[in-house]
């Protein structure tokens, strides 16, 4: 971090200890950019952020409270690469007041990086998911299952036989019933049933009882300034 800091002498010192402890003279938010052309370099640097940042939440020292609100939101979670520190922050955060919102494109991603194992207990420490639009493949069946759930239903099935003795022709109806464990919402549903639709994008909310629809307003935010300022020592 060191040599970040000296390539851009001109600007405010800033700790994220002090703004994560709520000390006077720290701003509401913090926006942290991460670079296209230096991709390892910065995941690196923002890694390194998120796992100080949850170092200290977790640790004893930092007390637990009902009032504070700081929440980390983590876009395109899988180019942060590895990040050590972020299942003990799902796992003692909220009892600090300290949430993560992380955006992801492919669950896939997290399993390549975590493993399959890590990856799935990583998704069940958030308790609310929203799910948008997916490809209509195998991994998004699986999707609907692992992640949403499951349901049961019940079928009726009927059968008619018919026979002929000596008294005529009889026939018979057997009714039988089955149980079937099936998805809550189907894989082509995530496919062709979400997505932006005119102004609007619908999506599924999943953790809060039932399973919700919702469609949410378009927005466009208007650009501010540049996202990123080269240093004269990067190299180019």
Known sequence: MRPLAQNWVDGKPFSFIDWLEDRPGQ?????????????????GWIGAIVDAIAAHASDEQFPNSQRRRIFLCLDELAALKRLRSLPDLLDVGRNKGVGVIAALQEVEQLQSIYGADTATSLLKRFRTKIVCQQNQDAATDELTRTLIGMRTVRIEQTSETTTKGKDGVSTSIARTKQEKEVPVVRGER????????DNKVRALIVGLGNIVEIDWPMTIWPKRHRPDKESK????
Request: hydrophobic share 40%.
């Open 27 to 43: 701003p509401s938010v913090v926006i942290v950019q991460r670079s296209g052309k230096h991709s390892d370099l910065s995941a």
């Open 233 to 236: 020592s990067t190299p180019q």
């Open 190 to 197: 995530l496919a062709y049933d979400l997505g932006v639709f």
